[in-house]
């Protein structure tokens, strides 16, 4: 599982969508052995999508709606780590816009469902610390859960990213508590600097440096291959493109991104940075998959896609508006690349697929040879839908006709479904709608005046209100149709 972060389609040159794209020879050959999938969508942030994945279920269950905010405190660190002298300049951002240097960002993005009247707050790690929303409740059952319940159990290790760990379930413990056997990574939503983190090994913190998606791969390679002829699943999460944007270490860049000046970038110029990080993963999912023996890779699903869209500090490339990505409801938050490759996928395959990170928990443990709606809790309410037969296909249609997320940052609440042409968007803070018909305006530039329906564009309408009012009502109830 190779999770990029804040990574939209139009960043790559296998989707052939925006312009310019970043130069990315290994994703591209993943999509030229495999399947990329269309109009799969992720959460607009980062915690939700990984809550999504690891539980099968959508954030208005598992209370993770909004990014988590950084409990510094929970670990008692009160000021970033000091980088080397030689490290290029970073540039980081909060929602708000530019962080002074040095500064530790800190956000409470409270949940409108649970306090209607509750604001966002920003401050610095001198500041007070907010309350903030729990994470995943320990009661979850969690993907590495069910890949160890398995008749033949798996052996589960995380890298990297984390973002779900909060005082409140565990914190620095909580991917072990959450079932996976090993952890080698940081708990926040980025590493502070890429060259000086606060890393975290199975509940013990320390201080490391270097370059920090660099020792993302190596522990990950490291792990897989003392796995030996065990089964096993690898949760690789980058912290790049995420902020802050800098210039990676040049022997991951081989192309001409290598030439800008590391200590150039502004908050005018942040594009060529950011898809110079874009080919950093790319370079590290090769130096990834190549170290793997190819008898065992031969027998691995690799699973390619990013936590949600572009953010508007890279300055996404055209056509995404800026005021349209990473933690809005629109496409350009949560429309993610997904591609797949492994045993019985046909190779230069592509597909428009209805779906949601959500399905990958029952798509993984399908793939793993089990059954998601068995292995979960009787008591556990399951919105995962398989991809399985999707991939492995060639024929095969997605099991979707419809797809739902949920968006919250700040003040800004919203939900949005689709089906295969529309799309309505339900701002929860006052009930105003907005419905776009993607089949001809896919960048939702003209919102449909409901007043003025055809009858073609009312009849989705209302099939998508009762949908989303079905689905809102339905813990505990029976499954609506898909």
């Known amino acids: 599982m190779l999770v990029a972060d804040d990574l939209g389609t139009e960043t790559l040159a296998a989707y052939d969508f925006g312009q310019p794209t970043a130069v990315t020879p290994?994703?591209?050959?993943?999509?030229?052995?495999?399947?990329?999938?269309?109009?799969?969508?992720?959460?607009?942030?980062?915690?939700?999508?990984?809550?999504?994945?690891?539980?099968?279920?959508?954030?208005?269950?598992?209370?993770v709606r909004t990014a988590l905010g950084a409990d510094w405190d929970g670990l008692g660190i009160i000021e970033p780590l000091q980088k080397p002298q030689s490290a290029p300049k970073e540039i980081d951002f909060s929602p708000m816009g530019p962080l002074p240097?040095?500064?530790?960002?800190?956000?409470?993005?409270?949940?409108?469902?649970?306090?209607d009247n509750a604001g966002p707050a920003f401050g610095g790690s001198n500041g007070a610390m907010p309350a903030r929303p729990a994470g995943p409740s320990p009661n979850e059952y969690m993907l590495p859960e069910a890949l160890k319940d398995l008749a033949t159990p798996y052996s589960t290790g995380a890298f990297g990213k984390w973002h779900l760990g909060t005082s409140a379930n565990g914190l620095a413990r909580h991917p072990n508590l959450a079932g996976f056997d090993h952890f080698s990574g940081y708990l926040f939503g980025g590493p502070g600097s890429y060259f000086a983190w606060h890393h975290v090994v199975n509940g013990e913190l320390s201080e490391s440096r270097g370059y920090a998606d660099q020792r993302t791969v190596d522990d990950a390679a490291d792990w897989i291959n003392a796995r030996g002829a065990e089964a096993w699943f690898a949760w690789v999460s980058f912290a790049n493109p995420h902020t802050p944007i800098h210039l990676p270490p040049t022997e991951l860049l081989p192309s001409d991104a290598g030439n800008l000046d590391p200590d150039a970038v502004s908050n005018d110029n942040t594009q060529p940075y950011f898809l110079a990080q874009v080919e950093a993963v790319d370079t590290l999912i090769g130096q990834l998959l190549g170290r793997i023996p190819q008898d065992v890779l031969d027998e691995t699903y690799v699973i390619f896609l990013a936590d949600n869209g572009t953010v508007v500090w890279d300055d996404p490339p055209s056509p995404r508006d800026r005021n349209k990505v990473k933690g809005t409801p629109y496409e350009g938050g949560v429309n993610v690349p997904l591609i797949v490759t492994g045993p019985g996928i046909r190779a230069g395959q592509e597909k428009r697929v209805l779906g949601h990170a959500v399905d990958l928990f029952a798509t993984i443990i399908e793939l793993a040879g089990g059954d998601a709606a068995e292995l979960a809790p009787a008591e556990t309410r399951l919105d995962s839908v398989s991809l399985k037969n999707v991939l492995l296909e060639a024929d095969a249609a997605g099991p979707r006709s419809w797809a739902f997320a949920e968006q919250a940052l700040g003040p800004s609440s919203h939900d949005l479904i689709r089906n295969d042409a529309y799309k309505l968007i339900v701002d929860l803070n006052s009930d105003a709608e907005e419905f776009y018909h993607l089949a001809s305006d896919p960048h939702e530039?003209?919102?449909?005046?409901?007043?003025?329906?055809?009858d073609q564009d009312r009849r989705n309408y209302d099939e998508l209100k009762r949908i989303y009012a079905e689905l809102l009502a339905s813990e505990g109830a029976e499954a609506i149709s898909r």
């Open 26 to 63: 290994n994703i591209d050959a993943l999509a030229r052995d495999g399947l990329l999938i269309r109009d799969f969508w992720a959460q607009p942030t980062c915690s939700p999508t990984r809550a999504a994945i690891l539980t099968g279920r959508y954030a208005f269950r598992t209370g």
């Open 101 to 115: 240097a040095g500064q530790l960002l800190i956000m409470q993005m409270p949940d409108v469902r649970a306090n």
């Open 445 to 454: 530039i003209n919102p449909l005046a409901l007043d003025e329906l055809s």
